[in-house]
């Protein structure tokens, strides 16, 4: 069993040999005044994960290629990409998928969610979707590689957080004074389509991100449009959104 790893989307062009995943803990040492030392417990820190991706120069049999092309993407493109992930000062996704022999995506075994009164997928092929941004970015130009760069990325966990803007209003007659919440977030009135035609360069995981605002809508839109491998799209299939 093999895996792939989506960065912002994009499929890298080879798998990492090793993901190092570090949490660090936040936990403080505090001297009592009897002299003896006791551990203050704090939440840990957010999550980290550290891999080195080979940049072929050449089509290698084990590079990952472009769905529907059989044309390997430069360089340059996957730099520009990190570059542009790392300037653009917002959250992308990091997706690590297991996939099956047959190259299929590992969605796991369906079971019924009480709950939801439905059957669902227990998504166990999906080792991380999460949102997270780079801490560093190193490339190394090795003379053993050859031609082929190594790309050297810390990504960090990211979890949203949002400020509220409170107003204090007082009573003239009274004097009281009480505190409005002002709600200052956009409303996206923005419609949802029902269908989408495939250009070249997408993948499920993009569309359903930039179509329907959910890039973990992949599984369901690919159960919806009875796709076996939902790492295999078209160039001019029309994929059904609703």
């Known amino acids: 069993m093999a895996y792939l790893v989506y960065v912002g989307n994009v499929l890298m062009p080879v798998t990492p040999e090793k993901i190092t995943r570090t949490v660090k803990g936040n936990n403080e040492e505090i001297e009592l005044i009897s002299g003896q030392t006791v551990l203050n417990l704090g939440e840990p820190g957010l999550t980290e994960w550290s891999m080195d991706f080979m940049l072929p120069k050449v089509q290698y049999p084990f590079v990952n290629v472009i769905q529907g092309s059989q044309e390997l993407r430069s360089q340059d493109y996957y730099l520009t990409h990190f570059n542009t992930l790392m300037g653009q000062k917002k959250p992308f996704n990091l997706m690590i998928i297991r996939t099956k022999p047959n190259g299929i995506w590992d969605l ?3 079971h019924y969610d009480s709950s939801q009164d439905a059957y669902v997928n227990d998504v166990d092929g999906i080792l991380n979707n999460v949102s997270v941004t780079i801490e560093s970015l190193t490339d190394k130009d090795d003379t053993g590689e050859g031609f082929d760069k190594i790309l050297s990325v810390v990504f960090k966990k990211y979890i949203a957080y949002g400020t509220k803007t409170v107003s204090l209003i007082t009573d003239s007659s009274s004097g009281t004074v009480t505190a409005a919440v ?3 977030r ?3 009135n923005k419609e949802i389509p029902t269908t989408y035609t495939v250009k070249s360069g997408d993948t499920l995981i993009g569309i359903c991100k930039s179509r ?6 992949w599984s369901e839109i690919a159960e919806l449009n009875g796709l076996e491998n939902a ?6 299939q029309v994929l059904k959104l609703s």
């Open 108 to 110: 796991g075994e369906k």
């Open 182 to 184: 002002e709600n200052t």
């Open 186 to 188: 956009e409303t996206d």
């Open 212 to 217: 329907l605002g959910d890039a973990d809508k």
């Open 231 to 236: 790492n295999k799209i078209y160039v001019g």
